[in-house]
């Protein structure tokens, strides 16, 4: 782990700690000049990214490709649906025992996981029809 982050890695985790919610790195961006905490776009991708290397971090990818970065509190799970592009949270987590395993088989230790599903949900499966 590192010790010692950069003024504007801190910026970041202040904020990801206040908004409590995942975040683009573009609006974190405008987020950032809106508190008068100006960084280049590009030194916010390098924070992002050296913070998610250290484990503070987590990213996810949506279906469209955008990239939503939050503070590494809990796993996640989601049910994407391809087609609309929603995202539904579920509580279920079948993978718990196997990171546990992988944690002591391997000696890797694990930050978070992980898990989504995509299909279509009910809205775009009733316009199908």
């Keep these: 782990m590192k010790s010692h982050r950069t003024r504007s890695q801190d910026r970041i985790l202040d904020i990801l700690k206040h908004l409590n919610r995942p975040i683009s790195a573009q609006d974190l961006y405008v987020e950032l000049r809106n508190r008068d905490q100006s960084l280049g776009l590009a030194t916010v991708y390098r924070a992002l990214e050296a913070l998610k290397l250290e484990g503070m971090v987590q990213v996810r990818t949506l279906a469209n490709g955008e990239a939503l970065y939050s503070l590494i509190q809990e796993d996640r799970h989601h049910l994407t649906c391809l087609q609309c592009g929603n995202s539904i949270a579920i509580d279920e987590c079948p993978v718990h025992d196997l990171e ?13 996981h992980m898990l989504e599903f995509f299909g279509m949900c009910d809205r775009c499966q009733a316009k199908e029809s």
């Design 100 to 112: 546990k395993q992988l944690n002591q088989s391997h000696r890797f230790k694990i930050y978070y």
